[in-house]
């Protein structure tokens, strides 16, 4: 059974750091790429960033360009998000999942809060 | 970029009646190379992750109930409840991945009994 486990979330002030991690089973970690999906309180879905199943290709929304870097251990069965430069509008659950053959994602974690306020 | 945009934003819709979620793309997410549609759909239930329902446009995810149902091509896609069940009150997301590995969802469609 595939699992996702996000965990880092919590309140950070304007331009503090934060990193997210999210440890997965159940599949062939290193197999396949992952990505972080998150969503603002009361918002819609917004794609943050993804990198292939080796860590060399990862991408990023023009919204967290700069400051955020996605990383993996293949070792570890971890998915990192490294959160830099933190804003109000970063608030919102973080969701990491598993695209499928075609980067639609048939699993997702539940999710871990980031909060960003003074 | 390829922006999504659904309608309506809201819908309330009686016990055991047909719903109907409409999801346009700015521009085509159809693949010419492959005649598929990148467009899948998401429902998503307070408190809770988004579920997979349907992807490649039509094809519904595994445990999936049969009244579930999408359809279109191109640019304009329709997420349809045949008979609506009180466990389907959500939020239901369109997404393509056309841009894949990059995406992009539509705003959602809040989806209530009436």
């Known amino acids: 059974e595939v699992q996702l486990l996000e965990s880092g979330g919590g309140l950070v002030q304007p331009g503090g750091s934060l990193r997210l991690s999210c440890v997965a089973s159940?599949?062939?970690?290193?197999?396949?790429?992952m990505t972080w999906v998150r969503q603002a309180p009361g918002k819609g879905l917004e794609w943050v960033s993804g990198i292939g199943g080796s860590g060399t290709s990862t991408y990023y929304a023009d919204s967290v360009k700069g400051r955020f870097t996605i990383s993996r251990d293949n070792s570890k069965n971890t998915l990192y998000l490294q959160m830099n430069s933190l804003r109000a509008e970063d608030t919102a659950v973080y969701y990491c999942?598993?695209?499928?053959?075609?980067?639609?994602?048939?699993?997702w974690g539940q999710g871990t809060l980031v909060t960003v306020s003074s | 970029d390829i922006v999504m945009t659904q309608s309506p934003d809201s819908l309330a819709v009686s016990l055991g009646e047909r719903a109907t979620i409409n999801c346009k793309s700015s521009?085509?997410?159809?693949?010419?190379?492959?005649?598929?549609?990148?467009l899948a759909w998401y429902q998503q239930k307070p408190g809770q992750p988004p579920k997979l329902l349907i992807y490649w446009a039509s094809t519904r995810e595994s445990g999936v109930p049969d009244r579930f149902s999408g359809s279109g091509s191109g640019t304009d896609f329709t997420l349809t409840i045949s008979s609506l069940q009180a466990e389907d009150v959500a939020v239901y997301y369109c997404?393509?991945?056309?841009?894949?590995?990059?995406?992009?969802f539509g705003q959602g469609t809040k989806l209530e009994i009436k």
């Open positions: 999942a598993k695209p499928d053959s075609g980067s639609f994602y048939g699993y």
């Open positions: 521009q085509s997410v159809l693949y010419s190379s492959n005649n598929k549609n990148y």
């Open positions: 997404q393509q991945y056309y841009t894949t590995p990059m995406c992009s």
């Open positions: 159940g599949f062939t970690f290193s197999s396949y790429a």
